[in-house]
């Protein structure tokens, strides 16, 4: 059977997929919703911001949203300026044409950038904190509640532009991820991460990285020189000063 050339119109391909009473009810949640964002991205100064159901947004002040950005939904995004008797100032950037999706927590202290035309798979966190110190002088004890347990001992997370994400990854600061890398699904990641890299594993390390001359993904040899990956962009190493 041959394809029917003819544009097919939204109400449709929901009639077509779905029974009429499901139908109708998805395209009325659709339009509550694309009626959501717009308020939300007027009153964060968002345009064409796409916020889907059960989103968390905590300490909007601390936080610039870029253009189209878009959030499947169940995002938790948390600027912290207070926990217990501590204070914070901290600094979400989130760049243009960002692509979130389900169940995501990003949770900042101090600074988290993320670059433009980003993907960030189902089920990631990303924090620049943790509950405690391990490390100096003045270490958290294994008998304090961890929620009583300052936060801290991280650092800035900056993710360059054109990074994808896999789902259930963990990123955890201070750690750059450059321009144009992959991080593999279930990673977490400790350490900076080259441009145009794919890392992977627990903790993630390097396994392949883009050569312009072959135009190939090439796998980086884990007894050769690392001095041949490429550094993560400078513009990435400033913004951390």
């Given at each position: 059977m041959k394809p029917d050339p003819r544009p097919i119109g939204r109400l449709k391909k929901h009639l077509i997929a779905d029974p009429f009473p499901w139908a109708i009810?998805?395209?009325f949640n659709r339009a509550l919703s694309k009626l959501r964002s717009a308020y939300l991205g007027w009153l964060f100064r968002a345009p064409r911001l796409h916020l889907g159901p059960g989103c968390r947004i905590n300490g909007t002040?601390?936080?610039?949203?870029?253009?189209n950005l878009y959030v499947h939904g169940n995002l938790w995004l948390h600027a912290v300026t207070t926990y217990n008797d501590q204070r914070f100032r901290p600094l979400i950037e989130i760049g243009d044409q960002v692509?979130?999706?389900?169940?995501?927590?990003?949770t900042c202290i101090e600074r988290i950038r993320i670059g433009n035309r980003v993907v960030i798979?189902?089920?990631?966190?990303?924090?620049?904190?943790?509950?405690?110190?391990y490390r100096g002088p003045e270490q958290s004890r294994p008998d304090s509640p961890p929620a009583l347990r300052p936060l801290g001992g991280g650092?800035?997370?900056?993710?360059?532009?054109?990074?994808w994400i896999g789902?259930?990854?963990v990123i955890i600061g201070p750690v750059s991820i450059g321009r144009g890398s992959i991080i593999g699904?279930?990673?977490?990641?400790?350490?900076?991460?080259?441009?145009?890299?794919?890392?992977?594993?627990?903790p993630a390390r390097p396994i392949k990285q883009f050569k312009y001359a072959t135009s190939q993904w090439e796998r980086i040899c884990a007894d050769g020189p690392k001095d041949n990956l490429l550094t993560p962009d400078k513009e990435l190493r400033d913004s951390r000063a």
């Open positions: 009810w998805l395209l002040r601390f936080i610039r949203f870029g253009s692509s979130i999706s389900e169940r995501v927590h990003i798979g189902s089920g990631t966190y990303i924090g620049d904190h943790h509950h405690g110190v650092g800035p997370v900056i993710i360059g532009d054109d990074v789902d259930n990854a699904a279930n990673s977490v990641v400790r350490r900076d991460v080259p441009d145009q890299t794919i890392a992977a594993g627990v």
